[in-house]
């Protein structure tokens, strides 16, 4: 008797711990939805280079708005007033000093950043190079700093950042390129440098795109249109927030069979 009452408190207790551990997850539950909108719980992460100026401004501001963490690369912090000013704005900003060229200050950017979940990478910062120019006298040295930041260094951001993108599986790697480095489209010649800066950035996002599938990382290559930068110039045909409008709605609905494609900002599909 004394032997089966023991037996049934145990396994009320057992029954009614049960029941207190439920209920306390349950309120736990409860609280966490009262106040997702304190703290999002899928905060989703963007890292951005070349996110003081132009392009990469405007989109740096727009992830924002959205509600994203974006930690948003420069070269020059200081000086940066206008990426500055989004902080008092939003505290889901964080600026980190970085050329992208410097594959040292890239890799230690990596390893501050080591658990980080992004899910977004773009990289935006970008150089022409000369513009008046012809056959007969390409400069080497222009030629070979162009080709650094438009080409080698993209890959470097996205070798140095593989771990934190699988992290954030099903991830995208967004490789700002231009229209002026499709071979098809090529028919006024010219703009060696720049021109071969891009279709080489888009063969490496290429295989990129091969390489990373199976990890569930998409990577595409966007035109960005011809943009009022100071790059893009006064005359181009679109500013900076339709670019970054129509570049957001193209990476917002990627999904994995659109990996290795070379979309414009308004989600046509470009020639190589
Ligand atoms: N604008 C257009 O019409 C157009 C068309 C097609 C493609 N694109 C591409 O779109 C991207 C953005 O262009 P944009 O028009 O916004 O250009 P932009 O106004 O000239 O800005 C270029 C950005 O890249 C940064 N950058 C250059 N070299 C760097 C380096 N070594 N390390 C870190 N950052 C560096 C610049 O930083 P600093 O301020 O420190 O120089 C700046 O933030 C580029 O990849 C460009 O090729 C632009």
């Known amino acids: 008797m004394n032997h089966a009452r ?8 057992t029954v009614t711990l049960k029941h207190y551990f439920n209920e306390f997850w349950l309120c736990l539950r409860r609280i966490k939805m009262s106040t997702a909108y304190l703290y999002p719980h899928s905060l989703k992460c963007l890292l951005i280079t070349g996110a003081n100026r132009g392009i990469g401004l405007a989109l ?11 930690d948003a690369c420069c070269r020059s912090p200081e000086k940066a007033s206008d990426l500055n000013a989004l902080t008092t704005q939003f505290k889901t900003l964080n600026i980190y000093d970085l050329d992208i060229t410097d594959y040292t200050a890239v890799n230690v950017l990596s390893a501050k950043l080591f658990s980080r979940k ?17 056959f007969g006298n390409v400069s080497v040295s222009e030629w070979r700093k162009v080709l650094e930041i438009n080409t080698i260094a993209p890959l470097k951001i996205a070798e140095a950042f593989y771990s934190q993108l699988l992290a954030g599986t099903p991830s995208i790697y967004v490789a700002l390129s231009s229209k002026v480095g499709s071979i098809t489209d090529n028919i006024s ?3 060696y440098i720049y021109r071969s800066s891009k279709a080489a950035l ?3 996002v290429k295989s990129l795109s091969i390489d990373l599938a199976p990890q569930g990382v998409i ?3 966007l035109h960005p249109g011809w943009v ?3 790059m893009g ?18 990476i917002a609905t990627l999904k994995q069979e659109d990996s290795g494609k070379f979309l414009n900002y308004d989600g046509q599909m470009l020639p190589w």
Do not use: M
Request: glycine share 12%; proline share 3%.
């Open 6 to 13: 023991l037996h049934f408190t145990f396994l009320h207790q």
């Open 60 to 70: 740096t501001q727009l992830y924002l708005n959205a509600g994203w963490q974006v």
């Open 118 to 134: 992004f899910n977004l990478i773009i990289s935006n910062a970008g150089y022409h190079g000369p513009k008046s120019y012809k």
């Open 189 to 191: 010649g010219g703009g």
């Open 202 to 204: 888009n063969a490496i």
């Open 219 to 221: 990577s595409v290559v």
């Open 228 to 230: 009022k930068t100071e």
């Open 233 to 250: 110039g006064p005359h181009a045909l679109i500013s900076t927030s339709t670019s970054a409008r129509g570049l957001f709605d193209v």
